[in-house]
């Protein structure tokens, strides 16, 4: 994305809150699209008048702004406009012309999104990267005319990477049946504004809190990137059928009971991929253990992918993707293995690649491999093979034998160097200087630019 875009993205992202940033940047984006394939539409009025406020030095920019959102918006929209202080007129101004410029509206307000959440955002559920969003739904592979949820979605990035996967595929418009969830009543407003900036339809009901009860309905397909380690506002029932005594999630941590509330969620074939703290598969207490022994016994569990630590910038906990599926027998229309009482595990530590402005990112290589292994395995393509430190299929009585722990380095072979406490830390220490010059980097080419406008 140009500088031109990204400079007043940020400048915004500095002066509101998090979700106001979101809503201005992505209501803007969608009255930009209207009005360029709608020429007699009064959204090309508006956005004329907008792009003419916008060349006036003197211009209350934020109010403009404001007025042409509230002009667009339905009633329950007009709630969400943020009102806009004067110390964001320059970057209001400096946005709007730059989004008339730009081609990709789409790939443009991904990256703002993006943005945005690595720099405000303070934990996981509100924009999944696009790298990551590639390889969970690559890795859950929905198909035509599927259920889709995630059940927490943030800004909906999950549910977008679903209808472009099988988009991409058929040529033509998705017809899955998306339906995203989320506690929080803004961050649903933005996934909204994200999904009609695309032409998306999906149903985003009312907020609920997902964990609280039952899902009400199956999925085929579940895609999830739940706060890491976040804490659980609901006790858990006895008489829940998402879990039992024996296997009911901890109280204080609500990783587990995301994984039960997803399995509970699935349909017959249902298929999940769920990005899960690497706490999740390796807590050593009795509770723990028990949980992730019902899912093994249960046969849930297909593969899981240790990740690159430091990808994501609200937390720096190594995290796995877990990938659970209800049947893991022969599958005439998906696949022709029978992997029932096996798990896959692949060590994806070192699948990384530098980026700026942030620790780490996926490398396409690393994605590729990922999904070459997991589709060798499945037997859609190629011929698997056991790899030493890369991947490995284990049989349920070996993971048994583990106490249920389910960290694929501890399979694929010995814990490396780079999975050592120390080296851990190091690299995440290492990464985290680099951020900070890079941060002084960019904020003294900011100052410059300040200056020279003095």
């Keep these: 994305m140009p500088p031109e875009i990204r400079i007043p993205v940020r400048d915004l992202g500095n002066l509101l809150e998090f979700h106001d940033a979101c809503r201005v940047v992505a209501g803007l984006v969608i009255l930009r699209d209207q009005a360029r394939y709608s020429p007699q539409s009064d959204q090309h009025s508006l956005w004329n008048w907008l792009l003419a406020q916008a060349d006036k030095p003197r211009q209350q920019m934020g109010l403009s702004v404001r007025e042409c959102l509230l002009r667009y918006q339905d ?166 059928p998402r879990w039992s005594d024996e296997a009911a999630p901890p109280q204080d941590n609500a990783n587990l009971a995301w994984i039960l509330h997803i399995v509970h969620a699935l349909a017959p074939r249902g298929r999940a991929a769920i990005l899960m703290a690497e706490g999740a598969a390796t807590g050593a207490r009795h509770v723990e253990q028990r949980v992730r022994g019902r899912l093994v016994q249960d046969d849930v569990v297909e593969c899981v992918v240790a990740l690159p630590p430091g990808l994501f910038a609200h937390s720096r906990a190594p995290c796995c993707l877990w990938l659970l599926n209800a049947d893991k027998g022969p599958c005439d229309e998906w696949r022709s293995s029978d992997r029932r009482g096996k798990v896959l595990f692949i060590n994806a530590r070192k699948a990384y690649e530098q980026a700026p402005r942030r620790k780490r990112r996926l490398s396409p290589e690393g994605v590729e491999q990922v999904l070459r292994t997991l589709g060798a395995w499945r037997e859609v393509d190629g011929q698997y093979r056991d790899e030493a430190g890369q991947c490995r299929s284990v049989t349920a009585e070996e993971i048994t034998d583990q106490r249920y722990d389910l960290q694929p380095p501890r399979y694929t072979g010995e814990l490396g160097i780079g999975d050592a406490p120390e080296q851990r830390q190091i690299d995440e220490l290492t990464a985290e200087l680099r951020d900070r010059f890079q941060e002084s980097r960019v904020l003294e080419a900011d100052l410059l630019r300040v200056l020279d406008e003095l």
């Design 75 to 240: 009633e329950e929209g007009r709630g969400f406009v943020p009102r806009l202080p004067p110390t964001a007129d320059d970057a209001l101004r400096r946005l709007v012309k730059a989004i008339h410029r730009v081609g990709r509206l789409d790939d443009c307000l991904d990256q703002c999104l993006q943005d945005l959440s690595e720099a405000k955002a303070k934990s996981g559920d509100y924009f999944t990267r696009n790298d990551v969003v590639r390889l969970m739904v690559a890795a859950a592979d929905p198909q035509e005319g599927q259920r889709v949820l995630d059940p927490v979605c943030g800004s909906g990035g999950l549910l977008i990477g679903a209808y472009r996967h099988v988009s991409d595929r058929t040529g033509r418009p998705s017809n899955l049946e998306l339906t995203g969830q989320d506690v929080h009543a803004s961050a649903l407003y933005v996934a909204r504004m994200n999904l009609a900036a695309r032409g998306i339809h999906a149903r985003v009901p009312p907020p609920v809190d997902s964990l609280a009860r039952p899902a009400e309905s199956s999925y085929d397909i579940v895609l999830a990137n739940p706060p890491f380690n976040g804490s659980w506002r609901a006790e858990p029932r006895t008489d829940d």
